[in-house]
């Protein structure tokens, strides 16, 4: 079925393009610009292949040219063998374009290549070419032809109204931007027989809101054609424009047709485009001016028939050469006779000739040499990386990641590659489609052997001919038929997956399921490229270990009579019920206050908890609601400015956004949110789960749903699926159970297929509380101790007595059922439920497989009975695991063990404790708390006022509530930490007033002072050394505004005559906004102990965000 080995493997080979249809000649001139030696060359070793032009077919069940086939010239060497002096070949070109042929109706139709204005050819040396065969007819002709059906199109694509589909249009006709509603394009129709009807097909689009429109066609000013085009909605669902075919016969005065077009709209403001139109008439056979005559004839085809074709205006050097096989032209043995040529040939099905004269010969484009290569010789592969030789490099360093990290097999083939080998070097999708068919056919019936993922490394376009300005067509993907509807038009890489011999994207009833597990990865550059390369192997470091792998976020919108609450909560549930082992936080719009503005509704405490929750870390994020490429929901959520905010690269979600159109990623004019939370750096998402145009909520539904079932269900041996895996198994499941086929192609995912969300691998149990038996069902009362116990264990539940690590812990209060506030007058006040108020958080250690934890319950627990929750997290390094347990409850008071009348101890920093009070920072700081009390730390949220809570700048409207942000140390519930995200905060002076509670209801606070600073603009402030004066050696502190970044320190010190003596050089990775690590011990640049004195020093800083300096003095005694 496929060739072992590719005729691209071995030997030199050499690229051209060919812009039409024609007889092409190549001399020796045309090799040496190539780059191919001429000298002594056998005129037998050159050799032409290539597959001709057009597009390939997209259904799988048509049959197609495997690697590329050796085309047939015609060699004229002068009979000596060695092609030199005036030496050349011919050889036929199919052009890029192609007439469709309807044998019943007998008629054509054209296809415009979408891909390509060029078709392309190779050309190497060595061994033995393919000569052209001369066809020999000997029978008696039954009908003559001395005339044949012509054929003509026209077609300009110059806009894609959507930026959707694979349908253009060309020339508008409208009164607005010096267009017109007239235009006249001339074709000219030598040896038309007038007598003989000519057919006009043409198809037109209109845009006329309310009103119909028309357009007139006239040919020759004979009136042919009045084409009615009927109104639009305007509704930005319904279709944009509304497009008419229609054919019409007209007889001619004149070979030259003047076609006139006229448009008539039907409201101000309409508009009407040329899509194309087509022209099919009889021409006498006749040789024309050209040089080069292509023709057919339909009148002389029947069973049994033989034709007797009769040239007129020819010579006795014409030829003619029978192309119906593109790939297999032969030369008819013709007679010459005064200026006529003839010939007979087989008339019983449609056949194709060119006649030429041995002048006018087409020259094609000479490109440039290729590697040798070699894909066909793949066998099998579990990972596809398709990429574009501009990215080369990063997709090898992440198939060398999976190959180390998962044991894949990994092919990487660039764009071009594949072109050469299965599309003859047009740059056609199905040509991407087809190269992962091989594997998959390779492998047979064995499932085992089947490619199991496909990445798509690279950008894409729906402007597949560069037509754009700044066009990211770099790894193209699949659009559909139509374009003009904004609900049927889409783009989808699920067509690269359809890989059964039956499979036909275009057919959706029923249809085609996927064979594989795709992902895109949409870098536009190599920079954004490594971006995302980084993430994935950071996302499968240890450094990305940590708790937030058990948590999930349910984001839903506030419209629509609480359709995004209710469709949030059932997928939720879902995700409960299927893996309960995961914490949920809810941020539904209409729980928080609303806030109404010249700008519309917006809810700026929602997007500081995705802000703070996308800090804390979360595995996943699912949104539910409206949405679009710059943002989610009407009211703005989550807009660029909250994704400037991001601080998480240890902790990236999947993004799951039910919505519209988040992620267009073949729209190059959109820069889109989605694709910015996979492109920036160290922050953002590890991949998503996203859409790509407009689509429908209650469908949303069912694939969101569907794909938090499976993709949360681990297997028997407690593995889960890829990415890849998850979203094949998804979107077959709905393909098979919902009728929605464009709704479920509009998602993608984003991200890399073969990878595993950051699931932990192993599990955590609890055995006791307080010595008893966790089966219990203990109660947990106010103000009593309580001492839990756990082992843990790997996946098959046996015990790790090896691991040594630490534990995590997060004990939550009852379920509480909560309510939307009705901020939407559509949307009424709606109940739901959740389990988030903390009781303790802490930090345990395993040793040995075991572990145990102390905490006090608060005395503001909701005293009625009900099952509590604790969330267990583990990581040695090197392995995780996670687990919960719900097998107790919580309620009633206890007995009070604590004379604790003391507040807890408040130590405030800023981005880490080298800060001291007064400095500098960033505009988007981190909050650090340290707190201590020997009760331990109230966080669970019931009591009124009894929160760890922040204020900034005096603002007692807008107070933070930051329990959730709180974390016990290890091994102890009396001391821990706050880590909290301040949103960005405008340059100048603020302080932040921090109060938190005990356990028992005492109170403590804490204030703190900084100075925000430009970070786009390095300033260093509070320049000092210490101790000083010093005798020995001394230590150089500073602050500035930019910490995370990389610096370059240099210090030169100087005496009081400015004679410089020494330099201190030192370089900083993310360094923390005050920096003290820098030690001198008071010597020159020759080691010498300097004299004691006065000197200066002056501090010079370097980052990419500029350079700032500073001057000092120091003693030495």
Known sequence: MYVSNSVLSTGSWYKIAVKQEGIYKIDIQFLNSLGISTNNLSSASIRLYGNGGGMLDENNATARQDDLFENAVEMFDGGDGIFNGNDYFLFYAAGPNHWLKDSIHQRFTHQKNLYSDSSYYFISIGGSGKRIATKT??????????????????????????????????????????????????????????????????????????????????????????????????????????????????????STLNIAFTFNAGTAGAQGWLDWFELHDRKNLAM???????????????????????????????????????????????????????????????????????????????????????????????????????????ANRLAAFHVQHDGYAVTVATTDQIYNEFSSAIPDPTALRDFVKMFFDKAG?????????????????????????????????????????????????????????SDDVNTISPPSLLDIGIGRLPARNLNEAKIMVDKIIRYHSAQSFGPWRNQMVFVADDKDNDLHVQDAEVVSADASTTNPLFNQNKIYLDAYKMVSGSGGSRYPDVNAAIVNQVFNGSLL??????????????????????????????????????????????????????????????????????????VFAASNLVLNDNYEKIALQPDANGKYLTLGEAVKRTKNYTYQTYGDVYNNRKFVLLGDPAMKLAFPEWKLQLTTINNKNISNNDTLKALNKYVFAGKLTDASDNFRSDFNGTVYVTVFDKPQQVSTLGNDPASPVMPFTTQTNVLYKGIATAKNGLFHFTFIVPKDISYQTGKGRISLYASDGVHDANGVSTSFYIGGAGTIISADTSGPVIQPYINDTNFKNGGLTDENPV?????????????????????????????????????????????????????????????????????????????????????????????????????????????????????????????????????????????????????????????NEIGRKMMRGVYIYRIIVSSTNGVASATQKLIVL
């Open 288 to 394: 024309n001016s050209a040089g080069q005559l292509f023709f057919r004839d339909w009148q002389s085809v029947a069973n049994n028939n033989i034709a007797s074709f009769t040239i007129n205006n020819t010579t006795a050097t014409t030829e003619v050469w029978e192309i119906t096989n593109a790939l297999e032209p032969q030369k008819i043995n013709a007679s010459f006779n005064t200026n006529q040529t003839g010939f007979i040939n087989d008339a019983s099905q449609l056949r194709e000739y060119v006649a030429f004269n041995n002048s006018n010969f087409l020259t094609p484009v000479a490109l440039n040499k290729i590697s040798n290569q070699n894909l066909h010789q793949s066998t099998r592969a579990d990972l596809i990386i398709i990429t574009n030789s501009s990215l080369l490099s990063e």
């Open 621 to 694: 994020f699912n949104y539910n609601g409206h949405g679009g490429y710059q943002q989610l929901s009407g009211s703005a959520v989550l807009t660029k400015t909250e994704l400037n905010q991001f601080n998480n690269p240890d902790k990236l979600p999947l993004f799951i956004t039910a919505t519209c159109d988040f992620a267009p990623y073949d729209d190059p004019t959109k820069n889109s949110l989605g694709i910015a939370l996979l492109n920036t750096d160290s922050t953002g998402a590890i991949a998503l789960m996203t859409t790509t145009r407009d």
């Open 927 to 1083: 909050l650090l708390i340290n707190l201590f009390d020997s009760s331990g730390i109230n966080t669970v949220g019931t009591g009124i006022g009894h929160d760890i809570t922040a204020v900034i700048d005096g603002d007692e409207k807008n107070i933070i509530v930051l329990n959730n942000f709180y974390s016990s140390v290890a091994n102890g519930y009396q001391q821990g930490q706050v880590l909290y995200q301040l949103p960005t905060l405008l340059p100048g002076k603020h302080s932040i007033k921090i109060k938190a509670w005990d356990v028992v209801d005492n109170s403590g606070e804490a204030v703190i002072d900084f100075v925000v600073m430009d970070k786009n603009k390095l300033q260093i402030k509070n320049l000092y050394n210490y101790p000083n004066p010093f005798h020995s050696s001394t230590t150089f502190s500073f602050e500035h505004n930019q910490p995370g970044v990389d610096m370059d320190i240099n210090i030169d010190i100087f005496d009081l005559n400015g004679r410089w003596v020494d330099r201190i050089k030192r370089s900083i990775n993310n360094a923390g906004d005050r920096v003290i690590s820098i030690q001198w011990n008071g010597t």
């Open 445 to 501: 019936s064995d499932s085992t052997l089947r490619p199991k993922y496909l990445l798509l490394f690279g950008a894409a376009s729906f402007d597949y001919k560069n037509r754009i300005s700044n066009n990211s067509n770099i790894v193209p993907c699949y659009e559909s038929l139509i374009s003009v509807d904004p609900l049927a038009t889409y783009t989808s890489d699920d067509f690269f997956g359809l890989l059964n011999d």
């Open 137 to 254: 007819i000997n029978a008696i002709a039954n009908v003559s032809v001395n005339s044949f059906n012509e054929r003509y199109f026209y077609e300009n694509d110059l806009i894609n109204f959507l930026n959707s589909g694979k349908q253009w249009f060309g020339e508008e006709f409208s009164t607005a931007n010096g267009n017109s509603v007239n235009r006249n394009i001339s074709v000219d129709f030598t040896g038309l027989i007038l007598s003989q009807p000519v057919t006009l097909s043409v198809s037109l689009a209109g845009r006329s809101v309310a009103a119909n429109s028309n357009f007139n066609v006239a040919v020759n000013n004979q009136a042919v054609q009045t084409i009615n085009i009927p109104a639009v909605s305007g509704y930005f669902l319904d279709a944009y424009a509304t497009t008419v075919a229609q054919i019409n016969n007209f007889t001619a005065s004149q």
